[in-house]
Nanobody
Framework: QVQLVESGGGLVQAGGSLRLSCAAS????????MGWYRQAPGKERELVAG???????NYADSVKGRFTISRDNSKNTLYLQMNSLKPEDTAMYYC???????????WGRGTQVTVSS
């Protein structure tokens, strides 16, 4: 059974930082493409950042230079370091995994990030 469990969300002031974590089980983590998505109320879910099994990364234009995705294959854990947070970053953040590039099959339940102005 695949489980992706996000943590690290919370309430932060604009300009602050948060680090999200996603603990994965039931998948061959080192072979999986991993990603972070977010969805704000009334908006569609969007890809924030992705990382391949080899460590190649991609980011949404809106977070480039502020967010960093990384993975620790020894801990089966995905991270998202978020700096210089803005109120428009407020959303539910989801961890996703899959065995094909940018095709995500498995999803976590999400962690809420709220950025106050």
């Amino acid at each position: 059974q695949v489980q992706l469990v996000e943590s690290g969300g919370g309430l932060v002031q604009a300009g602050g930082s948060l680090r999200l974590s996603c603990a994965a089980s039931g998948i061959i983590f080192s072979l999986a493409a991993m990603g972070w998505y977010r969805q704000a109320p009334g908006k569609e879910r969007e890809l924030v950042a992705g990382i391949s099994p080899s460590g190649s990364t991609n980011y949404a234009d809106s977070v480039k230079g502020r967010f960093t995705i990384s993975r620790d294959n020894s801990k089966n854990t995905l991270y998202l370091q978020m700096n210089s947070l803005k109120p428009e970053d407020t959303a539910m953040y989801y961890c996703a995994a899959g065995y094909s590039a940018r095709v995500y099959t498995y999803w976590g339940r999400g962690t809420q990030v709220t950025v106050s102005s």
